[in-house]
């Protein structure tokens, strides 16, 4: 799908120039998982079809097409959780999920975003990160101790 005469698909990205990283992003979809992710029975085409599910989804995001990208999105956790269970999944925590909420929190959905990072917390509650994820909401939502608690347990005090 890249030859010589393309730039990376990263490339692509770092230019800005989503369009074309999509079309790219959409075609090792179906190199991995061929005929849909949903319709992929086998766990090695599953393990390599994720990543690049969520890179579509960033895509997707930076094109406005967010319906498209919260599909791609949730069909990763779908497989995360499910079929192809990465490590982190096997031990409760689902990058795909991390990856769901912090869409959630961009799109300004922090009711739900907050739910989701909530979860990601209980399945791993030693990632600093998840807590400033969660003071963003916080204080979006009007709970500044809340938030403020969160950012001193992310710098680990």
């Known amino acids: 799908l890249v030859g010589s005469r393309h730039p990376s698909v990263y490339g692509l990205e770092q230019a800005k120039r989503f369009p074309e990283a999509f079309e790219i992003r959409d075609g090792l979809v179906e190199l991995y998982a061929p005929g849909?992710?949903?319709?992929?029975?086998?766990?090695?085409?599953?393990?390599?079809?994720?990543?690049?599910?969520?890179?579509?989804?960033?895509?997707?995001?930076?094109?406005?097409?967010w319906d498209e990208a919260e599909r791609d999105l949730k069909r990763s956790i779908h497989c995360d959780?499910?079929?192809?269970?990465?490590?982190?999944?096997?031990?409760?925590?689902?990058?795909?999920?991390?990856?769901?909420?912090?869409?959630?929190?961009?799109?300004?959905?922090?009711?739900?975003?907050?739910a989701e990072i909530e979860a990601c917390i209980a399945a791993e509650p030693g990632i600093a990160g998840l807590y400033h994820d969660r003071a963003d909401c916080r204080e979006r939502l009007g709970d500044a101790a809340g938030a403020a608690e969160d950012r001193k347990r992310a710098k680990g005090e």
Request: overall charge positive; some cysteine.
């Open 81 to 114: 959780e499910g079929k192809a269970r990465t490590a982190h999944a096997a031990r409760g925590l689902s990058w795909a999920r991390v990856a769901y909420a912090r869409f959630l929190i961009r799109r300004e959905r922090w009711k739900e975003g907050l």
């Open 36 to 65: 849909g992710i949903e319709r992929s029975s086998e766990y090695v085409e599953l393990k390599r079809a994720l990543p690049m599910l969520e890179a579509r989804a960033g895509c997707l995001e930076e094109l406005g097409r």
